[in-house]
């Protein structure tokens, strides 16, 4: 799922491509992407954008008269340009939406076939303001601000990184990356931590995101964004399951869960104890090795 350095770059690109721009027609080539009511889809038509934001992992087109459209691209989501002057590209099944605007089309893809990505439209800010999650903005946020959110609720840091209730924008991919760079373990308790182990995971969390969008604004290099991905080789430990953790060279373990999973560090995050996954741990039992040194590692 694209997470805020990921978003903060697409908006980058589309307010550079349609801020000013009229939006001339909308076409949905599947009627379960729109989930609101109220206003419809062809009143957006004719009116001009006047800004792109990001709403948690959201993007939100602000038009005149107060009307706004707001995209959330979910696990596999993703969104392409075709400027003006360029012959449209087919995208095939995957192809969910194209927004024609005055300066290009935007369209709107899916991997897969299961179909999560939404469109909600709103006719005023109040309406807006409704589908805030409410997550501390952690980029704008005090050290003593994170700290207070964090300790609201007590969850393992992995799930209070990725409640968007309590922080905005950060998602699987980069809580992993977070975790590794604080060395703190993603099953640690938010009421267990101690203030210095709070404020590195303040400063872990405001470099990660800081340095990933950086260096996604350095891929794209003023182009649109068009390989966006949770899983990139410069990572350090998310989808790096069993290869080498670039700082201390133990190999990547993970927990599975659903659809997702957690990647982490045991030598650098648990001290060296494995975590129980939740299938293979009940499936070996006594068998299951609790740390490195059981692995053989």
Not at 31 to 43: A, H, N
Request: glycine fraction near 6%; charged fraction near 25%.
């Amino acid at each position: 799922m694209p997470e805020l350095p990921d978003i903060t770059v697409y908006v980058e690109a589309l307010r550079e491509r349609v801020v000013g721009a009229t939006l001339e027609g909308v076409r949905l080539h599947t009627p379960f992407l729109l989930r609101s009511v109220d206003p419809q889809l062809p009143e957006l038509v004719g009116h001009r954008v006047e800004d792109v934001s990001r709403l948690g992992k959201r993007i939100v087109f602000a038009f005149d008269d107060e009307l706004f459209a707001v995209l959330h691209l979910m696990i596999a989501g993703r969104l392409h340009w075709t400027p003006l002057d360029a012959r449209a590209k087919r995208r095939g099944r995957a192809g969910l939406a194209e927004f024609q605007f005055s300066t290009g089309t935007l369209t709107l893809t899916e991997a897969g076939t299961t179909r999560r990505a939404s469109l909600y439209l709103a006719r005023n800010a109040g309406a807006l303001s409704e589908m805030d999650r409410g997550g501390l903005e952690v980029m704008d946020a005090s050290a003593a601000d994170f700290a207070s959110r964090l300790r609201s609720e007590n969850h393992t840091l992995k799930r209070s990184l990725t409640d968007p209730r309590l922080f905005s924008g950060i998602g699987n991919a980069y809580s992993d990356e977070i975790l590794h760079r604080a060395r703190l373990s993603p099953v640690r308790l938010t009421s267990k931590l101690t203030d210095d182990e709070i404020a590195r995971l303040h400063a872990a969390t405001v470099a990660v995101l800081a340095e990933w969008t950086d260096r996604l604004r350095a891929e794209s290099a003023g182009a649109f964004p068009e390989q966006v991905t949770a899983f990139r080789p410069e990572m350090a430990v998310h989808g790096k399951f069993g290869q080498p953790c670039p700082v201390c060279g133990a190999p990547v373990q993970r927990i599975r869960y659903a659809s997702n999973e957690t990647n982490y560090c045991a030598r650098c995050q648990t001290d060296g104890r494995l975590l129980a996954d939740r299938a293979l741990s009940r499936l070996l039992k006594s068998d299951w090795p609790r740390s490195l040194d059981e692995l053989g590692t």
